[in-house]
């Protein structure tokens, strides 16, 4: 008891004139008590001293991983993989959690289907009726910065835009059953906004957020199992609408808006659509393909932790997914300085696509600038960098269908519209911009990927993480 007392009042080598006991009464300076602190003290020291090296070691065995890119670049599909690769189990306990936001998905795209439709047939065959001041295409000229490239910003005139026979004339009776499947869907329709506010949890939307997004730790709230009220609602009348679904999805507009490209889905959509018989059966359970296809944008910085062998090592892996829109981008910085290495996402495929939070800027473009501020930051001199041109898949299935790239990339020329090419040109720009803006002349280590097919990112992902571990060993010394 004395001796508790005794070290409570400082560690020090020098005697003290008395000591308090418990029970108040003063004692005099006793040797025993002096030796007694003085080994507690000493043990209390190499405690101190065993924590903090521990310490540092849990600190040089975890490997800090951001994942970097625009908004719908592939970055928390990314995250999910390695999931599937090294916490298989903790995804599998999330199934339950993803079918409401399947659902959404669903909802989400039959209410597009809806609008556009509406959209197109509202719309005049008078060229003059387009308005050339707004929307995606709208600033005039090309734009050139430091990755040189150069996009197209104009909208093309009508008459480029849609040949005579690009219009689109529904039979009277395509137009009757048009108007029978929205009248049909349209209660499920109306769910969209209350299911949208559930699943994000209350939060209100703002510039360039639309849809659904989720902060940390939404797995394990109150969306588990079937989700709230709002979401028992919504799998019910999606049960019950079923065949309108299948019906409008193989509607002949639908079909030649999809073919002129006049339907602007997401892209995971057709995905969904094509598995609706599935996705809407009352006991469906959203499977590996379907968590990965879902659409949720990702708010702030998300932390995943995973445990990863390497040469008989565990390491502490910590993956960070982010918000990629514009307005999500400053909650990036605070990480930086301790990132051991940046997994950089660049979707190759949307050359003819817009950032919904800027409609003016082409998302290629946009990749660039952004990958030029990643190199050139100070603050991530000393982090591993890695660049994964991703959505491959797409890039062909769009190059397959027609579209050209220079048509949105002038500075593209005549190059074959072949995905060789163009997957050529890109990988140029980039390493030109690795090459131009790198704060330390790091290695850059890149790779393309399609982050849909599992085997395939599998294999990236293994190699990936243990160039990163090597790295992050050579430079901490760690063995
Ligand atoms: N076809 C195809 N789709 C992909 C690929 N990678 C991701 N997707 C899909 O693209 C959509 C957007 O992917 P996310 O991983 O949510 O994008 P993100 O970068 O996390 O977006 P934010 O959270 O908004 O920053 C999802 O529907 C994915 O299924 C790919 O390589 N090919
Ligand atoms: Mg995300």
């Not at 990314?78 to 199934?95: N, P, T």
């Not at 299935?397 to 519209?417: D, E, H, M």
Request: glycine content about 6%; hydrophobic content about 40%.
């Amino acid at each position: 008891m004395a001796a508790a007392v005794a070290v409570a009042h400082g560690r020090s080598s020098s005697a003290p004139a008395s000591i308090e006991a418990e029970s108040g009464i003063l004692l005099p300076p006793n040797r025993f008590y002096d030796e007694e602190s003085q080994r507690i003290s000493n043990l209390i020291d190499e405690e101190l001293r065993k924590e903090q090296q521990r310490q540092r070691e849990a600190r040089r065995k975890q490997v800090k991983v951001m994942l970097l890119g625009q908004a719908e670049s592939g970055k928390s599909t990314l995250q999910k993989q390695f999931q599937i690769y090294y916490a298989s189990q903790s995804l599998d306990r999330e199934r339950p959690s993803w079918k409401p936001v399947v659902h959404f998905n669903i909802v989400k795209a039959v209410k597009t289907m809806l609008d556009e439709i509406d959209y197109e047939f509202s719309q005049t065959d008078d060229p003059d009726d387009y308005d050339d001041s707004d929307g995606e295409f709208s600033a005039p000229g090309p734009s050139s910065r430091a990755n040189e490239i150069t996009v197209e910003r104009r909208r093309p005139p009508p008459q480029q835009q849609l040949r005579p026979t690009e219009i689109i004339r529904p039979t009277a009776a395509e137009t009757e059953s048009l108007a029978l499947l929205r009248t049909r869907l349209l209660p499920l329709v109306a769910l969209h906004d209350s299911l949208a506010s559930e699943l994000s949890g209350g939060v209100s939307f703002s510039r360039g957020l639309t849809g659904v997004f989720v902060r940390a730790g939404w797995q394990g709230g109150r969306l588990r199992g079937n989700g709230g009220g709002v979401a028992i609602i919504v799998a019910k009348a999606l049960d019950s609408a079923r065949e309108d679904i299948e019906a409008l999805w193989a509607h002949g507009v639908v079909r030649q808006m999809m073919n002129l490209r006049k339907l602007r889905l997401e892209e995971s959509a057709p995905f969904f659509l094509d598995n609706i018989a599935r996705i809407s059966q009352p006991d469906y359970l959203p499977n590996v393909d379907d968590v990965l296809n879902v659409r949720l944008q990702t708010l702030g910085v998300i932390e995943h932790s995973f445990p990863i062998n390497l040469g008989g090592t565990m390491y502490d892996w910590r993956l960070y997914d982010v918000g990629g829109a514009r307005g999500q981008r400053h909650a990036w910085v605070p990480y930086f300085e301790d990132a051991t290495a940046i997994i950089f996402l660049a979707p190759i495929s949307a050359f003819d696509q817009y950032l919904d939070e800027d409609p003016r800027t082409n998302r290629i473009d946009d990749s660039l600038q952004l990958f030029t501020a990643i190199c050139s930051n100070k603050l991530l001199k000393k982090a591993h960098l890695v660049l994964m041109l991703n959505k491959t898949d797409l890039l062909k299935a769009k190059l397959k269908a027609g579209i050209r790239v220079q048509k949105y990339i002038t500075s593209y020329g005549n190059r074959p519209n072949k995905y060789d090419d163009v997957a050529s040109y890109f990988r140029a720009h980039f390493m030109q911009v690795h090459k131009r803006k790198d704060v330390s002349n790091r290695s850059l280590y890149l790779h393309f990927t399609s982050m849909l097919d599992i085997k395939a990112t599998q294999s990236i992902i293994v190699n990936v993480g243990e160039a990163i571990i090597r790295q992050h060993i050579a430079q901490t010394g760690l063995t």
